[in-house]
């Protein structure tokens, strides 16, 4: 192995970087890399190989079975509108105050996320119900768009979360224990959220106006359409944290009940099945591309021993855990100006999570931290695709508005982050109150 | 041809969401489905094997837009041409691999333990899909050059 240096797996990073920027997919990028690595380090043979091995263990690989069928749940929910009954239901409940549509568009980002893992979808689906109704209240443009593109982050981290199932799959961590220890970080970024929409609507109560209360009779009708969706993520992620149940055995039993809930209220239709099973299948495919090419690359990564060179590195500038975690972040956040959320997480968590390991942290805590910082690139101009996905629903608003908006959001983000680091405990109390 | 993909996935997702559901329910009733998982493994690569063709077939696998979409339009082709071709190679490279170890394992007639689901199907299915996609690229980039 006279290649499988650190100057090889540097290359192989610089040419990663440069087959990402001109527009190669994100999984083939990665895999290419890997297997061309592979293939210089260890011979052509070998990588290829160690390729088709990587190939099957993905595809037959039982806990990747969580993917596909929490996908196969969030798309039955969107065909039954699940996003409209949570919003309306946190409306009814928080409308009648100032800035009451902001906390409950927040809360149906919230609740939409337990449904669903993905921010994008999150921002569009909430912002298709809650804009409009917001603006029609008199609602400033700025805190509307900036309250449902940042809430829209929470798809990403609340359970079940499709950047935990990644993670977890490729820093082999138990996906049960990273659904755990998102629960805190989740509840507390919604809070974070919360407290940003109260603090301004205090200093100008008119961007968000108070509107009529609802009578308990509508507010009882429109909880009588969630309860069925509360039940079952109630018990998916009470599941899945009291341990009584794996994820993809919860996952299994969200689809069912999903199925169940959608023939309850007659929509399920051949054509809204159909709807879902091509929108499943066609997401499961980019990121089950994005997973075989990561694994490679994370193959390469690991002989030609960037990570423990890289992890001997820091440890050998005494930082101390704050500084070195600080530092990744920071390095996280900039990378997070060039690449998407999982290109960020697939690149990085090779290299940075024996870096984490080295200063005292667990990848269970990893994985949160490197999800919140993908979540702050996706609100983070240049990219800050949830950005554009706000702007596709508010067409009136141009993007610089939408940007001017999640400011406040985006500067309280940073400060969770960095409660995150100063205390890990946020994340990882849960875990090991459960035990697990 | 693209609609009976979809059901057939959609089916795959079907058995695997009914094996997990029934066997967590046999579990906790005392009537323990053996050889779940290896149901699920089954399940799980069929529906994935669809699921790569069908991300391919809807160009839907996920790219970083930063650069490309500052491009003009002639660039932003080639820029695509190049990324399908990439993409072409990469999985090519893949598919050598799997089909070199299915050809090696082929006499050695794996099965799973409990159910004996043969590997050498599951392997076919896997290696017909990786081929499949394959076809698509080429079709794209033929396209990509009549234009």
Known sequence: MIMATTATALIGVAVLLALLLAGVRIGVALGLVGIGGLAVVLGPEAAAIKAGVVFMDTLTRYELGTLPLFLFM????????????LFDAAAKLLGHRRGGLAYASIAGCAGFGTINGSSLATTATVGLVAYPEMRRRGYADTISTGTIAAGGTLGQMIPPSGALIVFGIIAETSIGDLFTAAIIPGITQALFYALVV??????????????????????????????DIALLVAVVIGGITMGWISPSEAAAMGAACALAIAARRRKLTRQALFRAFEETLRTSGLIYLILIGALI???FIGVTGLADAAGALVAGMGLGTFATLALLAVILLLLGSLLDGLALMLLTTPIMLPIAQEVGMSAVWFGIFITRAMEI???????????????GVAKDVSIGRIFRGVMPFLASDFVHLALLILFPAIVMWLPDLLGN | MKTTLIWLGGLALLAATLTDFLAVIGRHVGVPINGSIELMQAVVLLSGSVSLVMATWDDAHARVHLLTE??????????????????????LALLSGSLWLAADLWGGHEQSELLGVPWAALRLIANLALAGTCV????????????
Not at chain 2, 74 to 84: I, K, Q, Y
Not at chain 2, 136 to 147: N, S
């Open chain 1, 377 to 391: 690139g996706f609100v983070h101009p240049p990219l800050g695709m949830n950005l554009y996905v706000m702007q």
């Open chain 2, 136 to 147: 698509l690229l080429v079709v794209r980039l033929a396209q990509g050059l009549r234009r």
């Open chain 1, 198 to 227: 109260f603090v301004l609507v205090r200093l100008n109560p008119a961007i968000a106006p108070a509107g009529e209360r609802a009578p308990w009779s509508e507010r009882w009708r429109a909880l009588g359409k969630v309860w």
């Open chain 1, 74 to 85: 969030a798309h039955v929910f969107f065909s039954i509108d699940a996003s409209r009954d």
């Open chain 1, 297 to 299: 690359f994370a193959t």
């Open chain 2, 70 to 91: 500052r491009m003009t339009p002639a660039l932003r082709s080639f820029a695509d041409a190049l990324s399908d071709l990439v993409s072409l190679a990469f999985l």
